[in-house]
Structures are given as C-alpha cells and as structure tokens.
C-alpha cells in the first residue's frame, strides 16, 4: 500500500486532479489499497476538515483500493471524528499514530487511548509504531495488549528495528503486520508479515508490488528482484519524503506541483530520479505518463 503523498495545487490546496492520477497509477501497477494523510501523505500539515474531504473523494478515485485514512493527532476526540467520518464514506479502516506531543503519557496511557479510539472507531484500526516522530516505542507488551482489542486488527512499524519483525508477530499471531522501512520487507516477509504501507511506493509500486505478490512462489527470484530495488529503496529514503516523493512525481508528469506544505522544504530529487532511471528504467515516457506541458 503506498502511504500516498498529498498533492498540492498552485495556491496550496490538495490538487484531486492529481490525486485522481496517482490512484490510476497505484492502481496499474498492482497495489492492494492506499493510505492517504499519513506520514508522506503530511497528515499534520492537514486540518481534519482536509482529511475529511481528502478520505472521500479519494475513494471514488481509488476505484477500488481499499483506502486507510492516517490519523495523527494527540487528540483523542478528533482522532475519534476523524474515525467516524472516514466510516461515513466507507473507508476501510484508519491508521493511527501514536499521540506524540505527550512525551509524559504512560504505556497504560498510551494503550487505553488506542482502545478508547477502536472502541469508537466504525472502521478497523491499524496501529502505527513510529517512534522517531512520536517519541513513543511499541513494547511487547504495548502490542500484547492492543492486539487483545477485537477491532485493532493490524500493525504498521516504522522503527526501522530488525528485532521487531519477530516481536510484533510473536505478539499479535493474527494481526495484520505491514513494515513501514522497505529495507526490510524481504525479511519481514521471511517472518510471516503481510506487506508494507510504503512510502517509496508513491514512485516504484510495481517493483514491491512484485516482490509482496511472488514471495514464497518464486523465492530466489524474488530475493534477486529485491537486491535490484534495494539502492532504489536506500536513496529515496535518504532523502526527506515526501519532498523527494514529490519531487520525481512532478517530474513524471504524475503531479502538477512538487510543493510541500511549511514548515518542511522542497529538496533536490535529481539524485534519485537518476537512481530510479539507471537502476529500473523508470521514467515519465515508458511509464506512459504524459508530459507535464500537457497536463490540465
């Protein structure tokens, strides 16, 4: 599922002409669902209102991709909101981040807010670990205990942590687990998880759709597919997403901006473009993309 960046138009609003393309794109190259407003998706840089209107005019859009909305506010009655519009338009579940701005709150804190959320919550939840941005680290026993909630049927773990590949599965045997750091897919495969929710599938989902899809078939072959994407992956997460994200989609012709929302900054993508280009062959005019000039 690519965590699906937020397009912008010319005066900073979200461009769903753009969005309408991304989807066209997801959708070609085998993706499962889409996330949209999360973390490359600037979901704090977005009013609930946004996010609101953002959820449902991309289902229709989706064409049917399973969309997940990300919720990432330490508010809980807004995140109960947003979880209750995100069901009103059929959404299909909601990823939720933990609350980040209160560094003070407790595990037990932390554990009933989520419950507090999924027991409201209309749609299934997915709980997000990320604790570069949250300050917040899931435990062992933060996952035994969310995963004992009958509507929070999956994790995604953005730690970039080896070890929790083997945790979060020992911990919740039946949840859906999906990585958020796609070095690690091969071997969070290896370890009985699902997939990932990705950023770097907002430009390559059709090499880590492939790598999802064959595993277990095609082993080897898979193994050699993921060596090939693995530069790819590592430079599009060198740079800051969704800047770069942004910036190759611009370029593709995908979207008619490259803007992201302050406080972050536009970087240069050139690199990575390059990288995509050398390494996949991937560019606007075998994607059949068509120029940016052209686009209304």
């Known amino acids: 599922m690519?965590?699906?960046?937020?397009?912008?138009?010319?005066?900073?609003?979200?461009?769903?002409v753009s969005l309408a393309r991304l989807m066209a794109y997801f959708r070609a190259c085998g993706c499962s669902g889409v996330v949209v407003a999360g973390t490359n998706g600037e979901g704090p840089s977005l009013s609930a209102v946004e996010k609101r209107d953002l959820v449902k005019r991309a289902i229709p859009l989706a064409e049917g991709l399973d969309v997940i909305l990300g919720i990432s506010t330490p508010s809980l009655y807004e995140a109960i909101w947003l979880s209750e519009q995100a069901g009103k338009v059929g959404a299909s579940g909601i990823l939720v981040m933990a609350p980040g701005y209160f560094r003070n709150a407790t595990e037990?804190?932390?554990?009933?807010?989520?419950?507090?959320?999924?027991?409201?919550?209309?749609?299934?939840?997915?709980?997000?670990?990320?604790?570069?941005?949250?300050?917040?680290?899931?435990?062992?026993?933060?996952?035994?205990?969310?995963?004992m909630h009958p509507n929070?049927?999956?994790?995604?773990d953005s730690s970039g942590e080896p070890s929790n590949l083997k945790m979060f599965r020992?911990?919740?045997?039946?949840?859906?687990?999906?990585?958020?750091?796609?070095?690690?897919?091969?071997?969070?495969?290896?370890?009985?998880?699902?997939?990932?929710i990705s950023g770097a599938a907002n430009l390559i989902p059709q090499w880590l759709f492939r790598i999802v899809?064959?595993?277990?078939?095609?082993?080897?072959?898979?193994?050699?597919?993921?060596?090939?994407?693995?530069p790819v992956i590592t430079a599009i997460r060198k740079g800051p997403q969704p800047a770069v994200?942004?910036?190759?989609?611009?370029?593709?012709?995908?979207?008619?901006?490259?803007?992201?929302?302050?406080?972050?900054?536009?970087?240069p993508f050139q690199e990575v473009q390059e990288c995509i280009e050398?390494?996949?062959?991937?560019?606007?005019?075998?994607?059949?993309?068509?120029k940016r000039n052209y686009l209304v």
């Open 2 to 16: 690519p965590a699906c960046v937020t397009p912008f138009d010319s005066q900073g609003e979200i461009d769903y």
């Open 108 to 147: 037990k804190g932390i554990i009933e807010w989520f419950q507090a959320i999924a027991s409201a919550s209309p749609v299934p939840v997915i709980a997000y670990n990320f604790p570069k941005f949250t300050g917040f680290t899931f435990s062992l026993e933060v996952v035994s205990a969310l995963t």
């Open 152 to 156: 929070i049927v999956g994790f995604k």
């Open 170 to 196: 020992a911990a919740a045997p039946e949840a859906s687990l999906l990585v958020g750091d796609e070095t690690l897919l091969l071997d969070a495969l290896v370890a009985g998880w699902q997939g990932t």
């Open 213 to 230: 899809d064959r595993f277990g078939e095609e082993s080897e072959n898979t193994s050699a597919a993921f060596e090939v994407i693995l």
């Open 245 to 267: 994200n942004k910036g190759v989609l611009y370029e593709w012709g995908l979207i008619t901006q490259p803007d992201v929302r302050l406080p972050l900054e536009n970087v």
């Open 278 to 290: 050398m390494r996949l062959g991937l560019r606007s005019e075998n994607l059949g993309i068509p």
